[in-house]
């Protein structure tokens, strides 16, 4: 399997949301025993995605009633919104046959807009 395991948390007040992936040691790769950068990019823009809903639901205190089972509102684009812009330095290369971490926070909010960071880390070294 390309990627054996991903999951999502967050802290119960909304103030961060983390996801875990694991990487097989094969079908992730752009160059040999190195994972694609946009597979890297794309679980970072989604644990994001999931970082903002997490923020908007507690703003509104709304998380703690989605996390025991409430649905998610219906239209999930006018709730949360999409990426307009997403901005990634790449440090060091994520390896086939790893496990990363991926931490993301809200910065700030003006207005409708919703700026947030995020960093990827391999789990076992921290970088």
């Given at each position: 399997?390309?990627?054996?395991?991903?999951?999502?948390?967050?802290?119960?007040?909304?103030?961060?949301?983390?996801?875990?992936?694991?990487?097989?040691?094969s079908?992730?790769n752009?160059h040999?025993?190195?994972?694609?950068?946009?597979?890297?990019?794309?679980?970072?823009?989604?644990?994001?995605?999931?970082?903002?809903?997490v923020?908007?639901?507690?703003?509104?205190?709304?998380?703690?009633?989605?996390?025991?089972?409430?649905?998610?509102?219906?239209?999930?684009?006018?709730?949360?919104?999409?990426?307009?812009?997403?901005?990634?330095?790449?440090?060091?290369?994520?390896?086939?046959?790893?496990?990363?971490?991926?931490?993301?926070?809200?910065?700030?909010?003006?207005?409708?807009?919703?700026?947030?960071?995020?960093?990827?880390?391999?789990?076992?070294?921290?970088?």
């Amino acid at each position: 399997c390309a990627m054996p395991m991903y999951r999502i948390y967050c802290r119960t007040d909304g103030s961060e949301t983390a996801s875990v992936a694991t990487f097989g040691p094969s079908g992730c790769n752009g160059h040999p025993g190195i994972v694609h950068g946009g597979l890297t990019a794309t679980l970072l823009d989604n644990t994001l995605g999931w970082a903002n809903a997490v923020a908007i639901l507690a703003a509104s205190d709304e998380l703690a009633a989605t996390c025991r089972g409430k649905s998610l509102p219906r239209d999930t684009v006018t709730t949360f919104g999409m990426t307009a812009n997403l901005h990634i330095n790449y440090r060091a290369p994520c390896r086939a046959g790893t496990t990363v971490v991926i931490k993301c926070t809200t910065e700030k909010v003006e207005g409708r807009k919703h700026f947030l960071k995020g960093e990827v880390r391999d789990a076992a070294s921290g970088t």
